[in-house]
């Protein structure tokens, strides 16, 4: 078991020796996000309803975290868009993502 073990650390340790530096280039994110900026984060045709979930929610990026699907579903949001939204809510609440300053180009 010992054995193992030291023969997996040594070959941590040598494959970060030898491995070039790699270049990070952070991208820029939005210092205050609100409801339209969310939307516009999550892009894949979402920020057309933003203007329907800003004046429900009031602009609260908070109410619109706490949503859930069946209101989404009164305002007439498409399933697929009801998915998206409520994924990237769970995921920006948990710290994992956050919307770019800059929309990202889709080929």
Known sequence: MALAFASHARRLLL??????ARAFRA???QAKVGVVEFLNG????????????EETVGGDL?????AR???LKKLGIPCKH???ILSFAHKYRLGLWK???EPRKVE
């Open 15 to 20: 494959a970060g020796a030898g491995a070039p």
């Open 27 to 29: 991208q820029p994110y």
């Open 42 to 53: 999550v892009g894949k045709g979402v920020e057309t309803h933003a203007a329907k979930l």
């Open 62 to 66: 908070q109410r619109l975290l706490e």
């Open 69 to 71: 699907t069946l209101r």
């Open 82 to 84: 009801r998915k998206l």
């Open 99 to 101: 919307p770019r300053a």
